[in-house]
């Protein structure tokens, strides 16, 4: 028996690349599926390949959002993990060329549909007791990222908003998280970007190695950690530093008022 026997599972863009990895790597360790997906054919056969319940939504709707989660608890009578994976890019790094369509279309996938993803799974996790949430980030959350910098805008606010929230929701017993994998091999990366990183020698992550971290986020986590994935390494929680704190006597942990899970690294 796998360690998500009996659990319940919901994934966001689970009709392909990452999303479909992860949902099969879920119902492989034992969970029952929910597959939401914006689009119809390849969400439904996934969730007919798994067993488990193809759900229509667009993520960046708030009442469609909360309609698929209240649906998922409805059919399958509760839930224990939500992974918040889908996202799209914007496909190149001029600003000056972006529209705002292009700009509303990617926040409101990569942040607009985390944020009311996270907003349902909480009380449909803390009617279970506690669960986890893991959201798709990227290497692009952490590190500066000139191919796409509204893609990495996205991604950055995805890492702040789980690191942020870690705290407040540990003692519900719900664990947040993000993977931040760098260039996996998906329909996302582009035929262009593909064809490059091949000729090039470049090594591209499996989806699978992705859903592993997945996986083990939901495990095996703690919350609040930003777990990188890189080819031919073990996932792992990136190290942040520490900011310098104040400076003063007495003041080498001083820690605004209200503030948890953050330290200053000493007076600098």
């Given amino acids: 028996m796998g360690q998500l026997e009996g659990k319940v599972a919901l994934v966001t863009g689970g009709g392909s690349g990452i999303g479909r990895a992860a949902a099969e790597r879920l119902a492989a360790d034992g969970a029952r599926v929910c597959v939401v997906d914006w689009s119809e ?6 969730a007919e390949e798994l067993e488990g319940l193809h759900l229509h939504a667009d993520v960046g709707d708030p009442g469609q959002v909360d309609e698929a989660f209240a649906a998922c608890e409805r059919e399958l009578g509760g839930l224990d993990v939500v992974h918040l994976n889908a996202g799209v890019t914007t496909g190149h790094g001029d600003l000056e060329q972006l529209t705002v369509e292009e700009y509303r279309r990617i926040t409101r996938v990569n942040l607009d549909g985390v944020v009311f993803g996270v907003r349902a799974a909480i009380p449909a996790l803390a009617r ?20 796409d910098p509204i893609y990495a805008l996205t991604k950055h606010g995805v890492v702040g908003l789980v690191r942020s929230l870690a705290p407040s929701l540990q003692p519900r017993g ?17 035929t262009e970007a593909r064809e490059l990183m091949v000729s090039a020698g470049f090594p591209l992550l499996d989806p699978a190695d992705v859903a592993e971290a997945v996986l083990l986020a939901v495990t ?22 520490d900011v310098p704190g104040p400076r003063g006597e007495d003041l080498r942990t001083a820690v605004p008022p209200g503030v948890r899970g953050g330290r200053p690294a000493g007076d600098g």
């Fill in 41 to 46: 054919e390849p969400g439904r056969l996934v």
């Fill in 128 to 147: 279970r007791r506690g669960g986890a949430i893991v959201v798709t980030a990227s290497l692009a959350g952490i590190i500066p990222f000139a191919p």
């Fill in 174 to 190: 719900i664990r947040v998280s993000c993977v931040c994998p760098g260039l996996v091999d998906t329909p996302l990366l582009g």
């Fill in 220 to 241: 095996d986590g703690e919350g609040g950690e930003a777990w990188v994935v890189q080819p031919g390494r073990p996932p792992e929680p990136y190290r942040f530093h």
